[in-house]
């Protein structure tokens, strides 16, 4: 069974920069099989993809609402993942998760039928 603990969340300003982050347990599988995502679900509405990143960190996929504003990461020897957010806005406003599935392809990460372990979500509050 894997875990993902997430932390970083909070109340920030229009225009502030925020860095979330996502800590595995593998209980003895093996980090760096598995892909990693990001979604986001904004209030009253359906949970989005944001950002997703291939096990080594070579290959990245991010939303076209995100891009130049959000970076995807991994450190696979502490086991864990981030979200990087700059610029925040108050659409940015959501309760953020993070997710892993074995690797299949790049555009496997956008679809969350694929994620086999979910972190407890993390609540991101932006005032204008």
């Known amino acids: 069974q894997v875990q993902l603990v997430q932390s970083g969340g909070g109340l920030v300003q229009a225009g502030d920069s925020l860095r979330l982050s996502c800590l595995a347990s593998?209980?003895?599988?093996?980090?760096?099989?598995?892909?990693m995502g990001w979604f986001r679900q904004p209030p009253g509405k359906d949970r989005e993809f944001v950002a997703g990143?291939?096990?080594?960190?070579?290959?990245?996929l991010y939303a076209d609402s995100v891009k130049g504003r959000f970076t995807i990461s991994r450190d696979n020897a502490k086991n864990a993942g981030y979200l990087q957010i700059d610029s925040l806005n108050p659409e940015d406003t959501a309760n953020y998760y993070c997710?892993?599935?074995?690797?299949?392809?790049?555009?496997?990460?956008?679809?969350?039928?694929?994620?086999?372990?979910w972190g407890q979500g993390t609540q991101v509050t932006v005032s204008s």
């Open positions: 593998t209980s003895g599988r093996t980090f760096i099989k598995y892909a």
């Open positions: 997710a892993i599935q074995e690797w299949r392809s790049g555009e496997s990460l956008k679809v969350q039928g694929n994620y086999e372990y």
């Open positions: 990143l291939s096990p080594s960190g070579a290959y990245t």
